[in-house]
């Protein structure tokens, strides 16, 4: 089974920007949908940004899009979610997650434990 821990993230002025990373060790990794989840203080937990390890084909919520840039190094078996012009509605913990592709978003089988992203204004 596929373990993943996030790095990074941490803390930003409003117009900043920030990268958070997550590592996949264990299991076959790349037979995972890859993507990152967000929950806000007091909210549920949504979707952000995914991508397909074959072909890089990628896919954003449209809070994200423009915004936000999600990438994958397959050698360092890293997905780093690229954050620009951040925004105070943007502080949340950023999870990382492996599963499938759906098609609203993904089915999410493997959470990392989460990172901290705080946006102040």
Request: proline fraction near 3%; charged fraction near 20%; hydrophobic fraction near 40%.
């Amino acid at each position: 089974q596929v373990m993943l821990f996030e790095f990074g993230g941490g803390a930003v002025e409003a117009g900043g920007s920030l990268s958070v990373s997550c590592l996949a060790s264990g299991g076959a990794f790349s037979d995972y949908y890859m993507g990152w989840f967000r929950q806000p203080p007091g909210k549920e937990r949504e979707f952000v940004s995914a991508i397909n390890w074959d072909d890089g084909v990628t896919r954003y919520a449209d809070f994200a899009k423009g915004r936000f840039t999600i990438s994958r190094d397959y050698a360092k078996k890293t997905v780093q979610l690229r954050m620009n012009n951040l925004k105070p509605e943007d502080t949340a913990v950023y999870y990382c997650a492996a599963g499938a592709e759906t098609a609203q978003n993904m089915a999410v089988v493997q959470w990392g434990p989460g990172t901290q992203v705080t946006v102040s204004s």
